[in-house]
Protein backbone atom coordinates (compact mmCIF):
# COMPACT_ATOMS: atom_id res chain seq x y z
CA UNK A 1 0.00 0.00 0.00
CA UNK A 2 1.25 3.36 -1.25
CA UNK A 3 0.99 5.66 1.34
CA UNK A 4 2.81 9.56 2.37
CA UNK A 5 2.61 10.13 5.70
CA UNK A 6 4.02 14.51 6.82
CA UNK A 7 5.52 15.15 9.38
CA UNK A 8 7.11 18.26 10.95
CA UNK A 9 3.95 20.77 11.58
CA UNK A 10 3.42 22.72 14.64
CA UNK A 11 3.26 26.29 15.84
CA UNK A 12 5.83 29.16 15.33
CA UNK A 13 5.57 32.74 15.92
CA UNK A 14 5.62 34.55 13.02
CA UNK A 15 9.41 35.40 11.22
CA UNK A 16 10.39 31.47 12.53
CA UNK A 17 10.96 28.18 10.49
CA UNK A 18 9.74 25.04 10.29
CA UNK A 19 10.48 22.09 8.64
CA UNK A 20 8.23 19.58 6.80
CA UNK A 21 9.17 16.16 5.98
CA UNK A 22 7.12 13.55 3.58
CA UNK A 23 8.27 9.82 3.58
CA UNK A 24 6.84 7.42 0.93
CA UNK A 25 6.56 3.80 1.75
CA UNK A 26 5.00 1.22 -0.62
CA UNK A 27 6.57 1.87 -3.52
CA UNK A 28 9.92 3.90 -4.80
CA UNK A 29 9.40 7.36 -5.77
CA UNK A 30 12.78 8.46 -7.34
CA UNK A 31 11.57 8.41 -10.69
CA UNK A 32 8.35 10.89 -9.38
CA UNK A 33 8.21 14.23 -9.06
CA UNK A 34 7.03 16.04 -5.38
CA UNK A 35 5.12 18.39 -3.93
CA UNK A 36 3.34 20.24 -1.48
CA UNK A 37 0.16 21.91 -1.33
CA UNK A 38 -1.38 23.55 1.55
CA UNK A 39 -5.35 24.70 2.42
CA UNK A 40 -5.96 27.17 4.82
CA UNK A 41 -9.57 27.45 6.66
CA UNK A 42 -12.31 28.31 4.74
CA UNK A 43 -10.24 28.29 1.40
CA UNK A 44 -9.25 26.30 -1.68
CA UNK A 45 -5.87 23.94 -1.65
CA UNK A 46 -3.40 25.79 -2.97
CA UNK A 47 -0.09 24.71 -4.74
CA UNK A 48 2.86 25.65 -2.57
CA UNK A 49 6.20 23.88 -4.06
CA UNK A 50 7.30 21.16 -6.71
CA UNK A 51 10.64 19.12 -7.67
CA UNK A 52 11.50 17.20 -10.26
CA UNK A 53 12.64 13.47 -9.69
CA UNK A 54 16.11 14.22 -10.17
CA UNK A 55 15.98 17.50 -8.10
CA UNK A 56 16.76 19.56 -10.75
CA UNK A 57 13.85 21.14 -11.31
CA UNK A 58 12.05 23.25 -8.35
CA UNK A 59 9.18 26.28 -9.34
CA UNK A 60 7.41 27.85 -6.18
CA UNK A 61 4.40 29.83 -5.93
CA UNK A 62 5.12 33.57 -5.90
CA UNK A 63 3.76 33.91 -1.97
CA UNK A 64 6.81 32.16 -0.55
CA UNK A 65 9.57 32.16 -3.02
CA UNK A 66 12.40 33.11 -1.57
CA UNK A 67 11.03 32.02 1.92
CA UNK A 68 10.11 28.11 1.30
CA UNK A 69 13.06 25.53 0.19
CA UNK A 70 11.87 22.42 -1.80
CA UNK A 71 14.35 19.03 -1.50
CA UNK A 72 13.98 15.47 -2.28
CA UNK A 73 16.57 12.18 -0.79
CA UNK A 74 15.82 10.06 -3.43
CA UNK A 75 17.76 7.48 -1.01
CA UNK A 76 15.30 7.75 1.48
CA UNK A 77 11.76 8.05 -0.41
CA UNK A 78 11.69 11.77 1.42
CA UNK A 79 10.67 15.38 0.36
CA UNK A 80 11.40 18.27 2.39
CA UNK A 81 9.35 21.52 2.67
CA UNK A 82 12.07 23.96 4.86
CA UNK A 83 10.06 27.05 5.85
CA UNK A 84 11.86 30.51 6.78
CA UNK A 85 10.75 33.87 7.70
CA UNK A 86 6.93 31.98 8.58
CA UNK A 87 3.95 34.56 8.48
CA UNK A 88 0.75 34.15 9.88
CA UNK A 89 -0.98 34.14 6.48
CA UNK A 90 1.27 30.53 5.88
CA UNK A 91 -1.21 28.70 8.19
CA UNK A 92 -2.35 25.89 7.19
CA UNK A 93 -2.74 22.43 6.49
CA UNK A 94 0.20 21.38 4.30
CA UNK A 95 -0.14 18.30 1.89
CA UNK A 96 2.40 16.56 -0.14
CA UNK A 97 1.87 14.71 -3.42
CA UNK A 98 3.36 12.60 -5.34
CA UNK A 99 2.88 12.51 -9.62
CA UNK A 100 4.82 11.52 -12.56
CA UNK A 101 5.65 14.93 -13.78
CA UNK A 102 6.16 18.12 -12.36
CA UNK A 103 3.39 19.18 -14.18
CA UNK A 104 1.20 17.13 -12.85
CA UNK A 105 1.83 18.45 -9.26
CA UNK A 106 1.40 22.06 -10.05
CA UNK A 107 -2.19 21.27 -11.69
CA UNK A 108 -2.65 19.05 -8.79
CA UNK A 109 -3.09 16.13 -10.49
CA UNK A 110 -1.06 13.96 -8.29
CA UNK A 111 -1.46 10.28 -7.80
CA UNK A 112 -0.64 9.83 -4.80
CA UNK A 113 -1.67 12.30 -1.80
CA UNK A 114 -0.72 12.40 2.02
CA UNK A 115 -3.09 12.97 5.48
CA UNK A 116 -1.59 16.08 6.05
CA UNK A 117 0.37 18.28 9.15
CA UNK A 118 -1.09 21.34 10.78
CA UNK A 119 1.56 24.46 10.15
CA UNK A 120 0.17 27.27 12.67
CA UNK A 121 1.90 30.66 12.48
CA UNK A 122 0.91 32.89 15.18
CA UNK A 123 1.73 37.01 15.07
Known amino acids: QVQLVESGGGLVQAGGSLRLSCAAS????????MGWFRQAPGKEREFVAV????????YYVDSVRGRFTISKDNAKNTVYLQMNSLKPEDTAVYYC????????????????WGQGTQVTVSS
Open 97 to 112: AAAPTPGSIVRGAADY
Open 26 to 33: GRTFSNYA
Open 51 to 58: ISWSGGYK
